[in-house]
């Protein structure tokens, strides 16, 4: 499990820093074996569970006990957390995209894309085709005419996402 | 007393303290790296069984090469060319006092043991038929060039290391060549090899030795041993990776093939023939690594004055220490709970954790280096069905604290993690 882990995390890492890549790189053959049900051999596992470890063991080394004695169950929840927070964040996008809102239709909620701004909306005129598309949303004030729920159908003056 | 005897003697109490033991904080000195740390922690390098560390010595030697006299030796007669063969040559000269071989012509410079065991295998020309002998802990190193033999009808026996009566009921008379370790890089245990040379030769088999652990640990005298072929690397005595040297009989490596030809190992040559140089030059084909054997024999020249027979006692104090403190944690010692037959090296297991962790553990939290996995001797640890050790190879410059840190930290492994 920690291999899929270490693919996320050394794959993100690994853009910025060549060391990291490498280690992705080994991750992600490890991944790859394991889907084929072969034994990852690389030993990438055991070099991240004994690097752990030893690093905990300097100075919390009860926790270094639980991490090495739990380490596929907590590699395992750390993962699922991990797919979990993709999910979410996937979710969060799309209705990002969809409605202008992280948390979904019509919702009031804080959402943290909210901080991006206008970065992804562009300004149409109403002859654009982009008025016509569902994933338009018109601003109170905008200048819309005419609007169904939230799909704009023309004189849309207001702004769609890229 | 003449006074390179008493510079000698000087030298002597340097090394040894007052108790006529090593005295290691002096021989620390000379290894620069001991001055590194790594986040902020000392290296406690206990690998030395792969690979030593180099003292400032042997590195000011090869620098002297490649700053002061960087030329061709043999073939070259001008001043820097004639330094250079000079240079050459007292190294060969070191490397035969140190093995006390008869005469320097018996002493060919490799690139490390490997390649003097693969060069008697293939100069030996052995036969369909004939067999050849080796233990069943041998490193890949004197095991793989005889299994590459098998092609031309070749046979390989094993016997038991360490086990006189097995190997005498392998010793039949097709047996020609008995290749075998003087002491093994798994668990630091010795060959009776006076005695297996001796049964060899009363059955006319030749004996190839691989020395890559014993040589530098302890006192080999070929001339004692009547080897008849001895091989041995650089980078496990202190000198610098990419040395080694293959010792054989003159007669016998008279008689011999070259395994590479090329410059400096022919006399003369035409478009259809050549006419092979003599030793130890035939051997040598194509320009030496200078700097490595000038370097190699300053490593010899450094265990000599430290003496091997001082460091072979200071490696069994500190493996001792370990063995006592590791049995009473009840961890698996593989080779026997006899520290002195052992020498330098503890190859252990603990119960439940594999041996790449312990390694990994170790390095982590303390910086000790140690190796982990099956030391190029995967025969032997796939025959006994072990996913391999964790192996502890002492030094020269290994200290009773080193050692107190690794078995401080082995314990905790043990109190945590098991």
Redesign the interface.
Known sequence: MICILALVVFGILGIFSATHRKLALEAFECVFKKIRLQPCDS?LD??L???I???L??KH?KM??FG??HFEAVSLILTIIMIVSFVYSGLGIYNFVAYGNCNGESSQEACVYEGLGNAFKIDVDCESPLCQNEYCTCKEGSGCQEKEGDICKENCYGSVIK | MSRKRRRHLQGKLLWFGDQMSLNVEKIKEDFPIFLRKIHGKRIIYMDSACVTLKPRQVVEAMNKYYEYFPACAGRSSHKLGRETSDQINNSRKTLQRFINAKSVNEVIFTKNTTEGINLISNSLKLKGGDVILTSDKEHNSCLLPFQLLKRKGVRHEIFKFGNLDDFQSKLTKDVKLVATAHTSNLDGTSNPIRNIIRLAHENNSLVLVDGAQSVPHKKVDVRRMNVDFLAFSGHKMLGPSGTGVLYGKQDLMERLNPLFLGGDAVKNSTYNNYEIEELPKKFEAGLQNYAGIIGLAEAARYLTKMGRDNLEKHLINLNELITDAFQNLDIEILGGTKAEKRGGIISFNMKKINPHEIAGILNESSNIMIRSGMHCVHSWFNAHELKGSARVSLYAYNTREDCGVLIKEIMKIHKLLL
Do not use: H, I, L
Request: aromatic share 6%; no cysteine.
């Open positions: 030993g055991k070099r569970k004994s690097q470890t030893g690093k063991m300097r080394p270094a006990r090495y004695r």
